[in-house]
């Protein structure tokens, strides 16, 4: 039905509809992903009004649905963070969610725009650091993307990729320094680590919004996009291993970091510490089943350890960054998260950055009372569907 979508435009070469029906096979997104309204007229209806309609559904309903949860009133709310790639409006967004929630008067609002997927934890980790200095006071932080604006009707291949990945979602989280919340919170947030590659120009470009030969503005991801995640990965596990590992597995990861530059580096093979000594539970960002892929074999895990993010993008494509919090969701619906589990959200984004997010769960999690987006459909889960 997408497909059709794009055909009905007239805008597509037939070598370009080809090439997007072969990411699509290939992608790993299962048939029940979600798409705007007006992506999917004939033809579909891309414009600002639309872009809006869209960002403001997907927020106030992630907003309403966090309140009910948490019975926190919408005026008990003293940070505003939003997050969203691709559309930054006039008023902004989170302007947006002062106005429609009638939020009071010197509330602290941020609006993060142009950060890629790995946004969301750049924005839990600027709530962290606001609430270190905003005593008793509650920080709401709203993911998402825009599809309706980051929609791409040229024929650059390198800028098709992103009109067959992702997909519509968000997420809203509510962070507290209540002391009087740390009996009824889920999770509490023990590191972040934020890694940026952008001072080396191939990591800079690797996924950039720009114009194409006919001027027609899409978002390009380079080839170099995998190995510029590689290294920012490395990076970033450099950082967060110190936090987190086991002293035996730093100084393996040590020891092999002082060999290697000792001799050759092709000589003696990189040692990637086990994380699963660290972590019951992974986040992976839903970039792509490629991404999955190599997260899969640079880190060890297993298929287990796999199945949220792998299940998150068939069930509802890649939603950038709200992806992390889809897995976790998936994690509580198969009743995984038990009390004292460390869970690692791990995001890529352009710039190009890698960034991590270490919870721990502070209340085993009982799927049968906190329900949310996978709640019904969870007995489908996994499934062999996924493609290869």
Same mark, same amino acid.
């Given at each position: 039905?997408?497909?059709?979508?794009?055909?009905?435009?007239?805008?597509?070469?037939?070598?370009?509809?080809?090439?997007?029906?072969?990411?699509?096979?290939?992608?790993?997104?299962?048939?029940?992903?979600?798409?705007?309204?007006?992506?999917?007229?004939?033809?579909?209806?891309?414009?600002?009004?639309?872009?809006?309609?869209?960002?403001?559904?997907?927020?106030?309903?992630?907003?309403?649905?966090?309140?009910?949860?948490?019975?926190?009133?919408?005026?008990?709310?003293?940070?505003?963070?939003?997050?969203?790639?691709?559309?930054?409006?006039?008023?902004?967004?989170?302007?947006?969610?002062?106005?429609?929630?009638?939020?009071?008067?010197?509330?602290?609002?941020?609006?993060?725009?142009?950060?890629?997927?790995?946004?969301?934890?750049?924005?839990?980790?600027?709530?962290?650091?606001?609430?270190?200095?905003?005593?008793?006071?509650?920080?709401?932080?709203?993911?998402?993307?825009?599809?309706?604006?980051?929609?791409?009707?040229?024929? @650059?291949? #390198?800028? /098709?990729?992103?009109?067959? =990945?992702?997909? *519509?979602?968000?997420?809203?989280? $509510? !962070?507290?320094?209540?002391?009087?919340?740390?009996?009824?919170?889920?999770?509490?947030?023990?590191?972040?680590?934020?890694?940026?590659?952008?001072?080396?120009?191939?990591?800079?470009?690797?996924?950039?919004?720009?114009?194409?030969?006919?001027?027609?503005?899409?978002?390009?991801?380079?080839?170099?996009?995998?190995?510029?995640?590689?290294?920012?990965?490395?990076? @970033?596990? #450099?950082? /967060?291993?110190?936090?987190? =590992?086991?002293? *035996?597995?730093?100084?393996?990861? $040590? !020891?092999?970091?002082?060999?290697?530059?000792?001799?050759?580096?092709?000589?003696?093979?990189?040692?990637?510490?086990?994380?699963?000594?660290?972590?019951?539970?992974?986040?992976?960002?839903?970039?792509?089943?490629?991404?999955?892929?190599?997260?899969?074999?640079?880190?060890?895990?297993?298929?287990?350890?796999?199945?949220?993010?792998?299940?998150?993008?068939?069930?509802?494509?890649?939603?950038?960054?709200?992806?992390?919090?889809?897995?976790?969701?998936?994690?509580?619906?198969?009743?995984?998260?038990?009390?004292?589990?460390?869970?690692?959200?791990?995001?890529?984004?352009?710039?190009?950055?890698?960034?991590?997010?270490?919870?721990?769960?502070?209340?085993?999690?009982?799927?049968?009372?906190?329900?949310?987006?996978?709640?019904?459909?969870?007995?489908?889960?996994?499934?062999?569907?996924?493609?290869?």
């Amino acid at each position: 039905m997408f497909l059709e979508c794009l055909k009905s435009t007239g805008r597509f070469q037939d070598e370009s509809l080809e090439f997007q029906r072969k990411i699509l096979e290939r992608s790993g997104l299962g048939q029940r992903t979600h798409m705007p309204e007006a992506t999917m007229e004939f033809p579909p209806k891309i414009c600002l009004a639309e872009a809006v309609k869209e960002t403001e559904c997907v927020i106030i309903g992630a907003i309403d649905e966090v309140l009910m949860k948490t019975k926190v009133k919408a005026e008990e709310i003293g940070i505003v963070i939003t997050n969203c790639s691709l559309l930054n409006t006039t008023p902004s967004l989170s302007a947006m969610v002062v106005n429609h929630y009638r939020l009071k008067h010197d509330i602290v609002t941020y609006n993060l725009s142009g950060m890629g997927c790995s946004a969301g934890l750049v924005a839990i980790d600027l709530a962290n650091r606001l609430l270190q200095v905003h005593p008793n006071s509650y920080a709401l932080v709203i993911s998402t993307e825009n599809i309706n604006g980051g929609s791409y009707f040229g024929n @650059n291949r #390198s800028m /098709l990729l992103s009109n067959c =990945l992702f997909r *519509m979602g968000g997420a809203a989280i $509510l !962070l507290s320094n209540h002391n009087s919340d740390s009996n009824r919170s889920k999770y509490y947030l023990k590191h972040i680590v934020r890694t940026h590659q952008g001072s080396q120009e191939y990591s800079y470009n690797s996924v950039m919004q720009k114009e194409d030969d006919d001027n027609i503005i899409g978002v390009a991801l380079s080839k170099d996009i995998m190995s510029s995640a590689g290294q920012a990965l490395k990076a @970033n596990i #450099s950082t /967060l291993g110190i936090y987190v =590992l086991p002293l *035996m597995e730093q100084l393996k990861f $040590l !020891l092999n970091l002082i060999a290697r530059k000792s001799f050759k580096k092709k000589v003696i093979k990189s040692y990637t510490p086990n994380f699963k000594l660290a972590f019951e539970h992974f986040c992976i960002h839903t970039g792509g089943k490629a991404v999955q892929d190599e997260m899969h074999k640079v880190l060890g895990l297993s298929d287990w350890h796999m199945e949220p993010s792998r299940m998150s993008l068939y069930r509802y494509g890649n939603t950038s960054s709200s992806s992390v919090w889809y897995e976790l969701a998936y994690c509580e619906a198969k009743g995984r998260v038990k009390k004292g589990n460390r869970i690692w959200q791990i995001a890529f984004g352009s710039g190009f950055k890698c960034n991590s997010a270490v919870w721990c769960a502070l209340k085993t999690v009982d799927p049968k009372i906190e329900n949310n987006l996978w709640t019904n459909e969870i007995h489908e889960f996994p499934t062999d569907h996924v493609a290869n």
